[in-house]
């Protein structure tokens, strides 16, 4: 009997954290598809479907006009409205709706994970003694940044012409490096001094360059002025981090082993909360991070103009606006269409390449 118990728990130690991971998943998902839905029943366009999943239904309730259904797979959600992609009679049908609302209904879902990856940011501030900041505080033991020309109390403008906006983007600045020489543009003394090649050790890790970072940045106490900023500044480095991300892969700075998919993400994810469960330190404020991350990330991907997502919309919408009268519903059928079976296949090709690194 204790034998069964103790491989049942051991088996719920394992379980437990992909469900949370599931349940992390679906909670961002429902953030954008509120988003949706709310400006949707604000200019009364008919709803016709709220499900968070795709696939098959677990679960659904009808309400006085929006069946609620909760579906299989967990990668997904949507909300369906009369006339979005089919013709409709119906007064109250998304296409009847003027375009400047349809494109406030389509833009929400990312603005509203967006608005949730700032508050993420915010709460995150909060539980921190201090404020980072990107001036120079003090070198490590035998730095070598120093010896090439960084100094005490430089405030660091560019790494390599990457503006920073706050301190974490340091790290991603020097990771992004293809050596261990850096341009450096900093204020000192109230001017801006160029420092071309501030040098600094490294290490050679699965064929990259990971650059030591040999110095500390000076944190400063809160007051509510620095938090407003710091969280603004905070969210839009990650969003910015999107762009780059997606700019390095398109570039081949970075390859497919170097991306995660749905699956790589919740192992991310589980792990995470697993350390928080067994109270290991910042357990709790990685999986507060990893949800900012992520929720503006889907902000933000939704936001390019990709056929298929939001933002692919999106376009249509504004040459509606600029022309006064839509593009031809086939024509834009057909671009979704294709960019969703584009988007799929490269899921499936990073999902496999996920399942294939788990069994390694």
């Not at 299989?72 to 009369?82: Q, Y």
Request: charged fraction near 20%.
């Amino acid at each position: 009997m204790m034998q069964l118990a103790f491989s049942l728990s051991q088996a719920w130690g394992k379980v437990w954290p992909i469900l949370f991971a599931i349940l992390f998943f679906g909670f961002i998902i429902l953030i954008h598809e509120c988003g949706h839905f709310f400006f949707a029943k604000l200019f009364k366009v008919k709803v016709n479907e709220f499900a968070i999943g795709m696939g098959p239904k677990i679960f659904s309730k009808k309400g006085k006009e929006t069946a609620y259904s909760l579906r299989a797979f967990p990668i997904g959600g949507f909300v369906s409205m009369e006339g979005e992609d089919e013709e409709s009679a119906d007064e109250n049908s998304f296409q009847t709706k003027k375009a400047w609302q349809r494109f406030i209904i389509i833009a929400a879902g990312a603005i509203c994970n967006l608005i949730f990856g700032l508050v993420l940011i915010a709460v995150l501030l909060s539980k921190q003694d201090l404020v980072g900041t990107t001036q120079v505080l003090r070198f490590e033991e035998n730095a070598i940044s120093d010896e090439s020309g960084l100094q005490v109390n430089d405030e660091i403008i560019k790494i390599n012409g990457l503006r920073l906006y706050s301190d974490r983007d340091l790290s991603y600045a020097l990771m992004r490096g293809d050596n261990t020489s850096f341009e450096f543009v900093v204020k000192r003394g109230g001017e801006t001094v160029v420092l071309p090649d501030v040098q600094f050790a490294a290490t050679e890790y699965e064929g990259r360059t990971i650059v030591s970072q040999d110095f500390y940045v000076l944190g400063v106490p809160k007051t509510f002025g620095n938090m407003f900023t710091s969280t603004f500044a905070e969210t839009a480095s990650m969003a910015r981090l999107v762009r780059l991300s997606l700019a390095d892969l398109i570039s081949g700075k970075y390859g497919l082993k170097d991306l995660s998919g749905p699956v790589g993400t919740m192992e991310i994810i589980a792990d995470a909360a697993t350390d928080a469960a067994t109270g290991k330190e910042y357990g709790l404020e990685m999986i507060v991070t990893i949800m900012a991350f992520i929720t503006i990330n889907i902000g933000v991907v939704n936001l390019l103009p990709i056929p298929a997502l939001d933002g692919g919309r999106l376009v249509f919408l504004l040459l509606e606006i600029i022309r006064r009268k839509p593009v031809l519903p086939k024509y834009e059928k057909y671009v979704h269409a294709g960019g969703l079976a584009l988007l799929l296949a490269f899921m499936a090709l990073i999902t496999l390449k996920d399942v294939i690194y788990l069994f390694k």
